[in-house]
Every structure is written in structure tokens, then in C-alpha cells.
């Protein structure tokens, strides 16, 4: 639960913690755990008092866990560098196996041991690990390190399960031996500003809620695209497939917060009714409403393709490209497209939400293009609208121009937090407002079980593409088949090349 206070400033928690990471020597706690962790340190928001215990397999000494600890922090001043010692001291590393009790209470002796000290009331497990020791690693936990007494929280990392059958069964079972009370399964894009930024835009501003809806709104695409390919996880990524791994869960959670109504107040569980609701209104998705692709060889033949890799199985069918159309059947949405798009080794790397309106009704110009919000997720942050204005001059020419609110060059001062830091703080704080609930996964699935279920099959051949490349033939096509409108005339976003996006200052206009 939170309130609107505890949303609208972040403190530092008001529970003194003992973290213990899970999965400790692995890609994500390096990545991205440890770093968060660090930068909540240094800013303040997580008492110094705090102690971070790894766990894993991996045999490792104080020095090398310290060194996996540090090697993704970025340090920028001699005060990062001295942050990172004192940082540094309160991390300690047990390793041990995921399903020895023996090994957990071992564990347990060290967290008895650093609480003594810390005075820690509370205990916040991150299960940084692959989802096949999720539940082994939860029982371990429940019998060993979970104590009367001791506020305890566990993050969970996607992906809940691979179908609607197995994310229920992991629900139950995890279920079983915590409450919701104290789950947090994350999606790091909940973490992220400017898709935490959907809330404000939409609710806080007059100019937005009357158009927001079927009537003036023509068709919503929200894309995902990544330069790289599966570099190093496709023995993991064949198991999942885009869609499982971005599309079931970062897309859509983006989806429920651009279409959902508003909720009654700001609390965790209003907000999640609210997005469980869209959803509820979702069909499943139809084998006609979508376009899959798998990368090949680039033009140049120096990058490999998907199938070049040795992980990944000879022959697989899996996508690493998928655009999909969902309908939401609601009073607001009704008829409206909502087209999710996402794709690996791509010519660009981007996140954003394109809201694309119907056309002027009686136009009384030559050329016209439609009008666009354009929420930028990454790189980039910054919100702008694309409409039409007078060309300056003597003559009535219309021209595309924006209203820009790019985040570099307006709020030029601000430090963007990580998503991971956000959440972990959120995590840390008890609110859940940012975190799926089991629920809302339900009704994700039950969108995506079926198509997902075809594709398994091998009913949908991939369209091959050339590595860092647009995507797959027929994405044009694909987007204009649900009303997407290029418009004859040129438009150039002012702050496209700054964002790092690789594109020679056009607009992309989500034509792929
Ligand atoms: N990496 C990323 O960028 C992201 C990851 N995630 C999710 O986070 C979780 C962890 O991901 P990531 O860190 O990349 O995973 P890793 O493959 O790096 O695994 C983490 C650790 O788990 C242990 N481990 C690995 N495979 C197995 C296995 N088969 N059985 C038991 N233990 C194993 C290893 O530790 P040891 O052998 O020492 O015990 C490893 O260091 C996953 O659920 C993933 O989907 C989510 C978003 C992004
Ligand atoms: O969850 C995942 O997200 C990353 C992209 O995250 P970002 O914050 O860098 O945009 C993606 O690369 C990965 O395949 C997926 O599992």
C-alpha cells in the first residue's frame, strides 16, 4: 500500500533492512541490482546502517565478490570513488546451493550476524536468478531465513512463467509460502520515468483527458527496438521469444497505463484494480493481427544471424521480432488499435508510445498531417506533440511542427534515477504501486497463452530480416493495415539525433 505522500516524495525507508541477494554472481545482480543498490546508497535513500548479503553458488572471496560487486558502477568524482569503499563494506558474500537447508542456515547465521550489529527489523530477499530455482530458492527461504518478527519482502524477476497453466502454478506455490502482502514481481519498465511519467501526463493535464478516448484518438503503437541481438542468451531467449521476453510484459504494462481509466486515488491497489480492468476488456490475440521476424546475417555479413548462434536450437522458429494488434472492447477504446511492436539487432535502438489522432474533419488545406503525442520511454526522455502550423511567410502553407518537451534540455539538472533504483526503493518503502500483481499476470497471459501456443507450434514462420536492419518486410504494411497514417510531409524531430537513436534526424514516425 502507499499513499499519495509516500508517491509524491521518495525518503529513505523507514524499515532499517538486511538485503540479501540471490543469484548474486549472475549477469543481472551485476548489471543492474548491485548498481541500483549503490546508487540508492550514495543518494542517501538506503541507511548506511543497511547490509547486503550475495548468495550463490560460485565459490568467491571477499575481493573477487567486491569486484563483481563494482564492475558495472559507474564512477564520475573522487566522492563516488569513496562512496563506493564505504559502499562496499557493507556487502558480504555466502555461497551456497538453492536447495540445501544446510546451506540457507549458514546463510541464516550470517544474517543474524550482521543484524546484531545493524539492528535490521526487516528483510528484503531479491531473487536475481533464472525462474527454475524461483520456487526451490522460496522454500528454502520460508524455512530458514523467514522470521516471526521480521518484515519481509521478496522481489521476484520475470518472466512469471512461459503460459497462463505455468504462471498459475508458480502463483500457487509461491502463494503458498508468501502473501501478496509481501511479493513484489517486478518489470523494470515500471521503473522507468517516462513510463511512470504516463500517470501525470494523462491525469494532470485538462488538455489531455477529453481527446484521450476513441472519438479523437485514432491508433496507439508502442514500440521496442534494441540494436543488439541475443548475443550470449540465446540458449535462454530460444526458450521465451520476444514476446515473453518484452513484449507479455514491458509493452503491455505500458499499454495499461496509456489506456486504463483513471483510479480513485493514488494507492497501490487502485491503481493495479484499474490496470487489471484493461486488461480484462483485452481479446486474445488473433494469428491474423500478427507479423513475427528472426534476424539473419547483417547486409554486411559481419554481424551473424540468430540461427548462427550455437546455443540457439538448428531450424528454430522462435522471434526475435514480433508486432502484434490488440482491442481493448471498452466504452473508451472500442475499435481503436493498439499495436505493440519489438525487436532484437535492429538499425536503432528506442522505446516509445505514439498516439496517433484521427484526421481533421472538414479540411480546409492541400496538405495535412495527423496530429501525435510522442511519449520517448528511452533513450532521451521527452514528450512531444506533432502538429500543424503556418510555414512562416506570406503564402497559408501548412507545415509539421512540435511542441517539445525533450528532458535534456528542460530539466537539464535533473539526474534521472535507474528503473532498478526506483523500484527497489518502492520495494523497500512497502509500496507496490509499480509492481504486478498476480492477478493483473493472469489476465496478461490470457491475452498472449493462445497466440503464444501457435507460435510454439511452428504455425508462424518468421520473416527473416538482415541484422540491424528496419525489421521484416511488411511492417509498413502491417501498421497501416490498423490506420497508422506516414503523412505527406516531412518532419523532422529537432532532438532525434541527440537521443542517440543512430537516425539522421528524422522521425521515425513508427513506420517500423
Ligand atoms: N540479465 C538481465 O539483464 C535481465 C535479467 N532478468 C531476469 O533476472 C533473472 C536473473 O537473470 P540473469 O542474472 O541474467 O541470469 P544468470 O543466468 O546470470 O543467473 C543468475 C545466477 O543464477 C545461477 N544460475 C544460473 N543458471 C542456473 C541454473 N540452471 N540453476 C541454478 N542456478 C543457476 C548462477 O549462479 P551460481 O551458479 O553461482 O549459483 C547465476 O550467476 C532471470 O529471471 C532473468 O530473466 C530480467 C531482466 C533483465
Ligand atoms: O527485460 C528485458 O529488458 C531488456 C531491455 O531493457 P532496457 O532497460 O535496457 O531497455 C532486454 O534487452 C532483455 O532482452 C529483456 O529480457
Not at 547490509?51 to 563483481?68: L, N, P, S, V
Not at 566522492?79 to 546451506?103: H, R, T
Amino acid at each position: 500500500m502507499s499513499s499519495p505522500d509516500s508517491q509524491a516524495t521518495k525518503t529513505t525507508s523507514t524499515h532499517l533492512y538486511t538485503i540479501v541477494v540471490l543469484g548474486a554472481s549472475g549477469d543481472l545482480a551485476k548489471k543492474k541490482t548491485f548498481p541500483a543498490l549503490f546508487g540508492l546508497y550514495k543518494n542517501n535513500y538506503l541507511s548506511h546502517q543497511t547490509r547486503i548479503i550475495g548468495y550463490a553458488r560460485t565459490k568467491m572471496d571477499q575481493a573477487t565478490f567486491e569486484g563483481h560487486v563494482s564492475k558495472y558502477i559507474k564512477l564520475k568524482s573522487d566522492e563516488d570513488n569513496a562512496a563506493l569503499k564505504d559502499f562496499l563494506k557493507l556487502c558480504s558474500y555466502v555461497s551456497g546451493q538453492y536447495d540445501k537447508d544446510a546451506d540457507f542456515q549458514n546463510l541464516e547465521v550470517r544474517i543474524s550476524e550482521v543484524e546484531k550489529t545493524s539492528g535490521a527489523e526487516a528483510r528484503l530477499f531479491y531473487m536475481a536468478l533464472p525462474p527454475s530455482v524461483f520456487i526451490p530458492v522460496s522454500e528454502s527461504l520460508k524455512k530458514n531465513n523467514y522470521k516471526e518478527g521480521k518484515i519481509i519482502r521478496l522481489i521476484v524477476e520475470k518472466p512469471f512463467g512461459m503460459d497462463l497453466e505455468s504462471s498459475r502454478k508458480l502463483a500457487r506455490e509461491l502463494g503458498a509460502l508468501f502473501s501478496e502482502e509481501e511479493i513484489y514481481r517486478i518489470d523494470h519498465y515500471l521503473g522507468k520515468e517516462m513510463v511512470k511519467n504516463l500517470m501525470i501526463l494523462r491525469f494532470a493535464n485538462a488538455i489531455f483527458g477529453s481527446v484521450w478516448n476513441r472519438h479523437s484518438i485514432d491508433n496507439v503503437q508502442i514500440t521496442f527496438k534494441e540494436k543488439i541481438g541475443t548475443e550470449g542468451r540465446g540458449g535462454y531467449f530460444d526458450e521465451f521469444g520476444i514476446i515473453r521476453d518484452v513484449m507479455q510484459n514491458h509493452l503491455l504494462q505500458i499499454l495499461t497505463l496509456v489506456a486504463m481509466e483513471p483510479p480513485v486515488s493514488l494507492d497501490a491497489e487502485d491503481v493495479r484494480d484499474e490496470k487489471v480492468k484493461v486488461l480484462r476488456f483485452i481479446s486474445p490475440i488473433e494469428k491474423d493481427d500478427v507479423l513475427l521476424g528472426q534476424y539473419g546475417k547483417s547486409e554486411d555479413g559481419k554481424e551473424l544471424g540468430y540461427l548462427d548462434d550455437k546455443t540457439v536450437p538448428k531450424g528454430s522458429k522462435t522471434p526475435t521480432y514480433a508486432a502484434a494488434t490488440l482491442f481493448i472492447n471498452n466504452e473508451r477504446w472500442s475499435g481503436v488499435p493498439f499495436v505493440l511492436k519489438c525487436g532484437k539487432a535492429l538499425n536503432q535502438q528506442k522505446t516509445e508510445i505514439r498516439i496517433q489522432f484521427k484526421d481533421v474533419v472538414g479540411n480546409l488545406f492541400k496538405s495535412l498531417s495527423r496530429n501525435e503525442i510522442v511519449i520517448r520511454v528511452q533513450p532521451g526522455e521527452a514528450v512531444y506533440v506533432k502538429m500543424m502550423n503556418k510555414e512562416p511567410g506570406l503564402g497559408m502553407k501548412t507545415i509539421i511542427s512540435d511542441l517539445d518537451l525533450s528532458y535534456s534540455s528542460r530539466f537539464n539538472d535533473s539526474v534521472i534515477p535507474e528503473a532498478y533504483e526506483s523500484l527497489i526503493l518502492d520495494a523497500l518503502n512497502g509500496d507496490h504501486s509499480n509492481f504486478v500483481r498476480d492477478d493483473e499476470l493472469d489476465a496478461a497471459w490470457k491475452i498472449f497463452t493462445p497466440i503464444l501456443k501457435t507460435i510454439d507450434e511452428g504455425h508462424i514462420d518468421p520473416v527473416t530480416y538482415p541484422y540491424g536492419s528496419r525489421g521484416p518486410a511488411g511492417v509498413t504494411e502491417f501498421v497501416a493495415k490498423y490506420g497508422y497514417h506516414r503523412g505527406s510531409q516531412e518532419y523532422v524531430w529537432p532532438q532525434h539525433s541527440e537521443a542517440g537513436t543512430g537516425a539522421a534526424g528524422k522521425d521515425q514516425r513508427a513506420s517500423k
